[in-house]
């Protein structure tokens, strides 16, 4: 993302926040932001989404509601869940495929780190780069 904005590493990633942010308010919306706006752009099985069906969405043929959103990293792993008293976030770090830390966060934290990722992702995938792109439109 560095060569076309002119921003540097700290405003893209300001630019990022500020758009996830929007998203904000429920799993749900930000599960549609992750697998629709970016999902072809990710790689595959980067982004999990948990969702909670009910009978009438089973007898519908609807997927049911996003309950949970995994983000997961060579070295990081994102949880967003939805329960009983709000939105809880999660950081884990992982080394070599084993969490080595858990950490409870506020939801912008979460938001931030999750930013980071994707920022790191579009420097290195061109296609990564167009769908965080269409974020800011």
């Given at each position: 993302?560095n060569?076309?904005?002119?921003l540097g590493?700290?405003?893209?990633?300001?630019?990022v926040?500020a758009a996830?942010?929007?998203?904000?308010e429920?799993v749900?919306?930000?599960t549609r932001v992750?697998?629709e706006t970016l999902?072809d752009?990710?790689?595959?099985g980067?982004?999990e989404?948990e969702?909670?069906?009910?009978v009438?969405d089973r007898?519908?043929?609807?997927d049911?509601?996003?309950?949970?959103v995994?983000?997961?990293?060579?070295?990081?792993?994102?949880?967003?869940?939805?329960?009983?008293?709000?939105?809880?976030?999660?950081?884990?770090?992982?080394?070599?495929g084993v969490?080595?830390?858990?950490?409870?966060v506020g939801?912008?934290?979460?938001?931030v780190a999750?930013?980071e990722e994707?920022?790191?992702?579009?420097d290195?995938d061109a296609?990564?780069h167009?769908?965080?792109?269409?974020?800011?439109s």
């Amino acid at each position: 993302m560095n060569a076309e904005s002119g921003l540097g590493p700290a405003g893209e990633l300001h630019l990022v926040v500020a758009a996830l942010r929007s998203y904000r308010e429920d799993v749900e919306s930000l599960t549609r932001v992750l697998s629709e706006t970016l999902g072809d752009a990710l790689p595959a099985g980067m982004v999990e989404v948990e969702r909670r069906r009910t009978v009438a969405d089973r007898m519908a043929g609807r997927d049911g509601r996003a309950v949970a959103v995994r983000v997961r990293t060579a070295s990081r792993g994102l949880e967003l869940s939805s329960g009983r008293y709000g939105l809880t976030a999660e950081i884990r770090q992982v080394v070599r495929g084993v969490v080595i830390s858990r950490k409870q966060v506020g939801v912008d934290e979460w938001l931030v780190a999750l930013a980071e990722e994707l920022t790191r992702l579009a420097d290195r995938d061109a296609r990564a780069h167009e769908a965080l792109s269409r974020l800011f439109s």
